[in-house]
């Protein structure tokens, strides 16, 4: 697992962020920061552009301008796998899983394990795959078959494992819980409980009030491609969080917060 | 109990239908059909188009096609042709020098389709009739007579077979291989404490296809040329065929290229999130396609002793079909390289059964075709049972 919560620097930094498809300011001057251990909610309607940024953090788009920083160093992030290296995994709302690949074959797809002969590991990745399936779902056996005959929750159980077996230190999780049943998100929540105590970052997308309120120690709402405010969960009220959403607007008398202090 | 066997219920099926298609033939054309000269004939007639067939699955499942297969063979063969007969190279520099511009034409067509995006459709649409013309203009239509005596012998024909102690030692040695890599497979998968199926069970799964080679090679060591000293053995376009097939099963299953080409069949989006090297992995794809119709060019110009512009002509319809037939979808994300063997042969037998009924060329097109589209049919409800996409 990620490295003890580090007080003294972001883990992430993003300074005046800028994206545009043609004319549209998908994103427009965003700065947002991540600590370790900590998860910091993303909040908008579809097309307010935290899509966008977060599948910039993952190198699925390039940026126009600004800065990225990762645990204090300038980066520059043009592939999905150079955020990969850097610690960065990413869960998509579709899960990008190759459907007609088993189970083992996704969780280890673009990183898979070879052999001295430079052949795929298939052994040594099924043993691995079984393991960090069972931590998240005891009752998933069937590995071996495409991903397609897999139900919704074992889906996500592939998704997640992606991100758990190599580690990610930063973790942005995009509609985590929308397609799971109870019993699922609930295992998610206490999945995402138990990285944030390992020291991992979390970004989380999400539409779902109880799970900001939940889960998130911060939260950060965008209109219209622009930052709303950024602020402590425990000081806002859904009321104002919603009104941020709709309507752009702030809540009175309430600090922006940078970052969470415990 | 089905699935522990780790057979494919297709391929099976498939594998039954050209049984029963070789003894209907058989009945119907008094005993000609299943004769080793016949068999022999058959085997090596389908090695070109199973050459080139391999590689399509692989371009099927990437969710690409290549219409010009046929086209730039006939470019490349030609072009082989001419520089051994007309510029008096000797056979392996013609053979490289067609390589290369093979390689040229592939890298150029996958060019267009991974990096700008053309659809390969269009691009290889637009092949199909330049390479046919470019095949014209090589030897200005003039038929080139391929004479060297050894690459004659690439084409199979009257000295192209292996002989009979080549033939009994080739396969026991693929069957030594065989029952070893059963042998290392069950070793790697106790170390790794996974379940073992019984022992017996594995066998006999190895065994099956033992038995089919011990059959062929016995069939192909029976076909002996009257005049001729010595059987045949197996022929040598089927040696290369098998190779190839052999080279791709294992880039497909032991290899990240593999991997990566079905991957991007089954979620094109996923694979580029996930951060597999699109591009990089189609150039390839057409590399590789490129380097296989170089070899199906080498067998098919050995094989008539000659270049000539029409040289395979309308090939690039048999090869699709041998993949389709092989159970490849067109939506991409599944086929099979074995299934693309079974299909061209099926398509072959069909073909030289009704030849040897008598069956006129029309009516032959017109239930060539049709079965076709009985194969298709039978792809979208055999997934459709089976609840793939």
New interface residues.
């Given amino acids: 697992m990620a490295s003890k919560p580090d007080s003294a620097a972001p883990l992430v930094e993003l300074h005046d962020i800028r994206k545009a498809f043609g004319g549209v300011h998908a994103v427009d001057g965003v700065s947002v920061n991540l600590y370790a251990g900590e998860v910091v909610a993303l909040l908008g309607h579809n097309g307010a552009g935290k899509s966008t940024l977060m599948k910039m953090l993952?190198?699925?788009y390039p940026v126009d301008s600004g800065d990225m920083v990762i645990a204090g160093d300038l980066v520059h992030i043009r592939?999905?796998?150079d955020a990969?290296h850097l610690g960065i995994e990413?869960i998509?709302q579709?899960?990008?899983?190759?459907?007609?690949?088993d189970a083992v074959?996704n969780l280890f797809?673009?990183?898979?394990k070879?052999t001295p002969w430079?052949?795929?590991d298939d052994?040594?990745m099924?043993?691995q795959a079984r393991k960090v399936f069972q931590r998240l779902n005891k009752n998933f056996t069937n590995i071996r078959v495409?991903v397609?005959?897999l139900s919704g929750g074992q889906r996500q159980v592939v998704a997640i494992s992606?991100a758990l077996y190599f580690n990610a230190r930063i973790l942005i999780m995009d509609e985590p819980t929308a397609a799971l049943g109870p019993e699922e998100a609930a295992m998610v929540g206490r999945l995402i409980r138990q990285l944030k105590a390992d020291g991992v970052g979390i970004f989380l997308i999400t539409h779902d009030m109880p799970d900001v309120f939940a889960l998130s120690d911060r939260l950060v709402v965008m209109k219209n491609g622009k930052l709303v405010g950024t602020y402590l969960t425990a000081d806002v009220t859904e009321e104002e969080v919603l009104g941020m959403i709709i309507a752009g607007r702030r809540p009175e008398r309430k600090a922006q917060a940078e970052r969470f202090a415990s | 109990m089905w699935r522990r066997t780790g057979l494919d219920l297709r391929l099976l099926l498939m594998s039954a239908l050209l049984v029963v298609m070789g003894i209907a033939f058989h009945a119907l054309s008094g005993g000609v059909f299943l004769s080793p000269e016949n068999l022999y004939n058959i085997a090596q007639q389908t090695a070109v188009v199973g050459i080139v067939s391999t590689v399509m699955v692989l371009v099927i499942v990437a969710r690409h096609i290549d219409l010009s297969v046929g086209s730039v063979m006939g470019f490349v063969g030609v072009l082989i042709a001419y520089l051994m007969y007309t510029s008096g190279w000797p056979w392996e520099l013609a053979s490289l020098a067609g390589l290369a511009v093979a390689l040229l034409v592939s890298m150029y067509q996958g060019w267009l389709t991974a990096v700008l995006g053309v659809p390969s459709f269009v691009v290889t649409l637009g092949g199909l009739m330049s390479f046919r013309g470019a095949a014209f203009l090589v030897a200005d239509g003039k038929t080139q007579p391929v004479n060297d005596e050894f690459f004659q012998r690439l084409g199979g024909g009257y000295d192209g077979g292996i002989g009979v102690v080549a033939t009994w030692a080739l396969t026991a040695l693929v069957i030594a291989g065989l029952f070893m890599r059963l042998a290392h497979e069950r070793h790697s998968r106790r170390r790794h404490e996974m379940a073992l199926e019984p022992l017996w069970l594995d066998v006999a799964v190895t065994a099956l296809p033992s038995v089919v080679l011990i059959a062929f090679a016995w069939t192909m060591n029976s076909y002996q040329i009257s005049g001729k000293g010595e059987p045949q053995g197996i022929p040598i376009p089927v040696l290369i065929w098998a190779v190839v097939a052999c080279v791709l099963s294992f880039l497909v299953h032991r290899t990240r290229f593999g991997r990566y080409v079905y991957a991007m069949g089954g979620n094109p989006d996923a694979a580029a999130l996930v951060g597999i090297p699109v591009r990089r992995v189609t150039l390839l794809l057409f590399a590789l396609l490129g380097l296989l119709v170089t070899v199906a060019a080498v067998v098919s110009i050995a094989r008539l002793n000659a270049g000539t512009n029409s040289l395979g002509t309308g090939m690039e319809l048999y090869v699709i079909a041998a993949a389709v037939i092989g159970g490849t979808a067109l939506s991409g994300g599944s086929g099979s390289i074995l299934g693309s063997a079974l299909g061209a042969l099926i398509m072959q037998s069909l073909d030289s059964g009704m030849l040897l009924l008598d069956v006129a060329i029309g009516r032959r097109m017109v239930i060539i075709g049709q079965v076709l589209i009985v194969a298709v049919v039978f792809d979208v409800l055999y997934r459709r049972r089976f609840g793939e996409k």
Avoid: C, K, S, V
């Avoid at chain 1, 797809?109 to 898979?112: K, S």
């Fill in positions: 993952a190198g699925a592939t999905p796998a990969q990413t998509y579709t899960l990008a899983l190759a459907d007609n690949l074959a797809l673009g990183r898979e070879l430079r052949t795929l052994h040594f099924e043993g495409p397609r005959a992606r």
